[in-house]
């Protein structure tokens, strides 16, 4: 059933687990996603960024955002686990407004680049016009470090959550869930040393706003999936991820909503590298997507249980 993402956070807020909110570009990842969601009874956030809207409309925001609403609801409305279509890091009205418009979720606006009072004043709008149709609405505070969204957010900008301004950003804004930076980046490049969240800052925003909380830049990055990749020709040196530990810690505190991009797509990479090195005459794009699609399942399903919402649906 296609659902309000609410719905799936606030249950999971409730029992203390987490739902990895896994981001496609195209039907491959989707396929995969459902048949993960299926095979784990586990609940399903799909998400797509700002960017793979533009990509699946080729260029047109409101086509894009239907082909996936109608996508995502085709599959939604025929099986029996709860599945939600979310916009990640919605910077622009335009496609805040395209993706309301054309049936997602729920929305997030991602103003974490501004001042509080700015963001606060953006983010309060944007719940404003969500709300009035049945959209819920993610808002993020504190910016995260490295790569966020193709704009390089400098280390010494990067400001992690403070959790007094949260108890006041969500009280102000209405915001349905939250995501606030303790110390994560996006991308295969994470942390300069050793990996490390600030979970006091994690326990004080749960206590505070007593809200489902979102981990962006949640990747793990599995070795072994670097290692296979670079076998067939990868060069993904220095690739480093959250290790599973500390999301489990971060779920345990709190965190209910886990955004999962990198680790899809290298999944996808290297099982395309190893397919097309051993299959030289293939050229049936549903076969030699087969290895690619296997990997990116296999990540899901191991990601569904480790965030314990499995069996969950
Ligand atoms: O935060 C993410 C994804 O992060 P990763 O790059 O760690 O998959 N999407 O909004
Ligand atoms: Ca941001
Ligand atoms: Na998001
Ligand atoms: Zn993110």
Known sequence: AYVNTKEILE?????????PALNINNLEFLQVIIEAGLEERAPVIIETSEGAIKYAGNGNILRGAKLFVDMVRAYADTIDIPVALHLDHGKHFEFIMAAIKAGYSSVMIDASEYPFEENLKITKKIVEIAHSVGVSVEAELGRLVGIEDNVIVEEHEAALVDPDEAAEFVEKTGVDFLAPAIGTSHGAFKFKGAAKLDFDRLKKVKNLTNKPLVLHGASSVPQEIVKLAEEYGANFKGAKGVPSEILKEAVRYGINKVNTDT????????????FLAGNPAEFDPRKYFKTSKEYVKKVIKDRMRLLDCANKA
Do not use: P, T
């Open 11 to 19: 249950k999971a807020s409730q029992e203390f687990y987490a739902v």
């Open 263 to 274: 680790d899809l797509r290298m999944a996808f990479v290297a099982g395309l590298r190893e």
